[in-house]
């Protein structure tokens, strides 16, 4: 029983101290023995437990974002059933999509949850953006999903350009929040998550709601 509760500890110490080198350093400039001498451990518990760096990136990104996923398909899946037949409510579609990560907000958690995203967008072309991929690809898939059916007259291409900003204001509220309060001359918090919550909601609704682009076909040239 010891040796369990040691291995798991262990374990933690090395994800943790990943974590606060990754945030410090980026993915690609920590090295596993910066980790090690952070987590006082020696390289074989790496070795052992994760095998290699990108496993032990990967099992940072699950540790963080894999409860919150859960948390938001139980609701999706909540909100579906209520509705059925009908598709669920762009509303709590977006409940279920932006809530349990604007409550992680203020946990470990949630401070994790920036650690992983900052270095999506710090790291364009790195291991952040496969690590993200792989952690969303179910809810992912269920979200576009949902969202099709609740908003049957936008294309996918349409549907794609809307919910690609509706996302990346949650990245940046989460990120860089603090430049809220810049913006707002300190009349609102990064930290007020009901604030948050029903501003984005509102922000979002009226993005995805509003009617499909005209398409035009493209100018002609006109040949002197």
Not at 96 to 107: F, I, Q, R, T, V
Not at 117 to 136: D, F, H
Not at 177 to 205: P, Q, V, W
Request: positive net charge; aromatic residues 4%.
């Amino acid at each position: 029983m010891n040796t369990i509760l040691q291995a798991s500890d262990t374990k933690l110490r090395i994800l943790n101290a990943a974590e606060k080198l990754f945030a410090q350093h980026g993915l690609a400039a920590t090295s596993l023995r910066a980790i090690t001498a952070e987590a006082g451990v020696n390289l074989a518990s790496v070795n052992y437990h994760f095998r290699s760096k990108e496993e032990l990136i990967r099992a940072m990104y699950r540790r963080r974002l894999a409860p919150i996923n859960q948390r938001r398909l139980e609701m999706l899946d909540q909100a579906e059933r209520e509705a059925a037949p009908k598709p669920a409510p762009l509303e709590k579609i977006l409940d279920a999509l932006l809530d349990p990560l604007l409550e992680a907000k203020g946990s470990d958690a949630g401070a994790g949850v920036q650690v992983l995203l900052g270095r999506v967008y710090a790291e364009p072309g790195g291991i952040a953006v496969q690590m993200l991929k792989e952690q969303m690809a179910e809810a992912g898939q269920r979200f576009a999903a949902a969202l099709h059916r609740a908003l049957p007259k936008l294309s996918r291409a349409e549907l794609a350009w809307r919910m690609h900003f509706v996302i990346g204001a949650l990245a940046h509220t989460l990120v860089a929040g603090k430049l809220l309060e810049y913006i707002s001359g300190g009349e609102c918090s990064a930290d007020d998550t009901e604030g948050a919550h029903r501003n984005m909601i509102a922000f979002a609704l009226a993005g995805l709601n509003a009617p499909p682009l005209k398409t035009t076909a493209p100018a002609r040239r006109v040949k002197s």
